[in-house]
């Protein structure tokens, strides 16, 4: 069974920061993306950046140069880095990883609030 257990989330100002975190434990020999998403209340699910094995960084229009994505092979950990926090933001940020089998896993969510 695997699990994604997410942190960080919190209530921050506008242009604040803050970081994101989700583990991934159980049976897994190899990951190869992990991504964040975005959901804001009435509104569908969209991405917000995504890391492969290699590294290579794919980031929606709206966060970037303001989030950084990156990731821990070793400890089967992705982080969101988010700078420069805007009110639309404020959404439930959730990881998602797809390994090398195909199989994709959701972690559980995390509320980021940006207040104006």
């Known amino acids: 069974q695997v699990q994604l257990v997410e942190s960080g989330g919190g209530v921050v100002q506008a242009g604040g920061s803050l970081s994101l975190s989700c583990a991934a434990s159980g049976s897994i020999r190899s990951i190869n993306v992990m991504a964040w998403y975005q959901q804001a209340p009435g509104k569908q699910r969209e991405l917000v950046a995504s890391?492969?094995?290699?590294?290579?960084?794919n980031y929606a229009d709206s966060v970037k140069g303001r989030f950084t994505i990156s990731r821990d092979n070793a400890k089967n950990t992705v982080y969101l880095r988010m700078n420069s926090l805007k009110p639309e933001d404020t959404a439930v940020y959730y990881c998602?990883?797809?390994?090398?089998?195909?199989?994709?896993?959701w972690g559980q969510g995390t509320q980021v609030t940006v207040s104006s």
């Open positions: 890391i492969n094995s290699g590294g290579g960084t």
């Open positions: 998602t990883i797809r390994t090398a089998l195909g199989y994709s896993y």
